[in-house]
Structure formats: structure tokens, C-alpha cells
């Protein structure tokens, strides 16, 4: 059933997925954090790590390589890693460069020191 909603083996899913293109989703999104480019650039980023993520599942591993809901769900899961690292650089970023205007407010956010 999990192995149909991933479309490939469990542990396949948590050295590539998670550990190999996590860690490259996550670089991503620091990287566009620190361009200060806008969050949906992280969009068309995470998708094409899902495609070469589905494409190494298929010639390292024999997961089937037109995996639809795999493809989708691990394009997701990357989505969301490098839209966690795209907000924490973000938001450290802000209060590093801007002091007298921001400081943390949390991991995530920062608040306006003027108000």
C-alpha cells in the first residue's frame, strides 16, 4: 500500500528522498532565500529534484519510472523542505542584515522592532 503511494521500497524513499534530495531541496531553498529571490522560485526547483529523484529510483533501484503519485509525492515532500529552508534563511537574513528594523520571532518569523 505505502510502496503504491511512493512508488518505490521504503528505504529507497528515506536514503534518496529524504537524505540525498532532501539535503539538495534543502540547499535549494537556502540558496534562493539568499538571492532574495521570491518563495515560488523554489517551485519549479523542487519539481525538476523529483524528476531526477524519480529517474535514480528507476536506474539504481527498478522503481517503476512513470510513477505518477510517487513523482508527485516525493516533488512534494521536497517542496516542503526547501520551502522550510527558503523561510528559516530567509528569516535569518532579514534579522542579521536589518537589525534596527527586525528581530526573531520564532524559527519561521521575524516581527518589526518598530511596532
Same mark, same amino acid.
Given at each position: 500500500?505505502?510502496?503504491?503511494?511512493?512508488?518505490?521500497r521504503?528505504p529507497?524513499?528515506?536514503g534518496?528522498t529524504?537524505i540525498?534530495?532532501g539535503?539538495?531541496?534543502?540547499?535549494?531553498?537556502?540558496?534562493v532565500?539568499s538571492?532574495?529571490?521570491p518563495?515560488?522560485?523554489?517551485?519549479?526547483?523542487?519539481?525538476?529534484?523529483?524528476?531526477?529523484?524519480r529517474?535514480?529510483s528507476?536506474?539504481?533501484?527498478?522503481?517503476? @519510472?512513470?510513477?505518477?503519485?510517487?513523482?508527485?509525492?516525493h516533488? @512534494?515532500?521536497?517542496?516542503?523542505?526547501?520551502?522550510?529552508a527558503?523561510?528559516?534563511t530567509?528569516?535569518? &537574513?532579514?534579522?542579521?542584515q536589518?537589525?534596527?528594523?527586525?528581530? &526573531?520571532?520564532?524559527?519561521l518569523?521575524?516581527?518589526?522592532?518598530?511596532?
Amino acid at each position: 500500500m505505502l510502496e503504491d503511494i511512493l512508488g518505490t521500497r521504503l528505504p529507497v524513499f528515506i536514503g534518496l528522498t529524504l537524505i540525498l534530495f532532501g539535503g539538495t531541496a534543502f540547499m535549494t531553498g537556502q540558496a534562493v532565500a539568499s538571492t532574495w529571490k521570491p518563495w515560488w522560485q523554489i517551485v519549479p526547483y523542487a519539481f525538476l529534484l523529483g524528476l531526477g529523484d524519480r529517474f535514480l529510483s528507476y536506474a539504481l533501484f527498478q522503481a517503476e @519510472l512513470l510513477s505518477w503519485t510517487g513523482y508527485v509525492v516525493h516533488s @512534494l515532500i521536497l517542496l516542503a523542505i526547501a520551502g522550510f529552508a527558503y523561510r528559516v534563511t530567509r528569516a535569518h &537574513r532579514l534579522v542579521s542584515q536589518y537589525p534596527w528594523l527586525y528581530e &526573531r520571532a520564532g524559527l519561521l518569523s521575524w516581527r518589526d522592532r518598530r511596532g
